[in-house]
């Protein structure tokens, strides 16, 4: 492979992925509130999911992952002419719901197996941390627009990056409790 096919393959994998990211930080930023599990207790005794997941947050996570796919439908759509246009941008509205959907449903697995593990809200789970949300949301994406496996090693390495520097973005904008 040349250069510029990896450097295709991460802009690709990016595109595929940018309303799941969308999708996360928007529920970070505008979270609080009512947590999903009512803060209820699994069998063992732990939360189920915790504070962390809550409908608000899951809420504009999803409706901002979603504008996320309609604005990028518009893009590849542009030029485009009469139904083509509009197919464009159905499809990257259903593309970007699902890839939404996923990441929050992600999210809030990792939580479930963060409580399992004892592992408090805010402390680190490497590796789950980061991925959580990307696995749910290619896993629901997969299932409309399958990418082939090269693009998912591929998104998954760079979130790893990505979501360490937005995790220290948004602790120095004091949006989150800890820098991972």
Request: charged share 15%.
């Amino acid at each position: 492979m040349t250069i510029n096919n990896y450097l295709h393959l991460i802009f690709m994998g990016l595109w595929y992925i940018l309303p799941a990211y969308v999708a996360n930080a928007s529920a970070c930023i505008f979270g609080g509130g009512e947590p999903v599990d009512g803060k209820r207790y699994f069998f063992d005794g732990r939360r189920i999911i915790g504070d962390g997941v809550t409908y608000k947050g899951s809420f504009f996570g999803i409706l901002l992952g979603t504008l996320t796919g309609l604005l990028q439908g518009i893009i590849v759509g542009f030029g485009s002419d009469g139904l083509d246009f509009y197919s464009c941008i159905i499809d990257h509205i259903i593309l970007g719901f699902y890839l939404s959907v996923g990441a929050i449903i992600g999210d809030a697995i990792g939580s479930f197996i963060k409580r399992r593990l004892n592992i408090d809200r805010g402390k680190p789970a490497p590796i789950l941390d980061q991925l959580d949300f990307v696995i749910g949301a290619i896993a629901f994406g997969y299932l409309i627009a399958p990418i082939p496996i090269t693009m998912i090693i591929v998104i998954c390495v760079i979130t790893l990056f990505i979501h360490l520097f937005g995790n220290i973005i948004a602790y120095k904008l004091k949006i989150k409790e800890c820098w991972w």
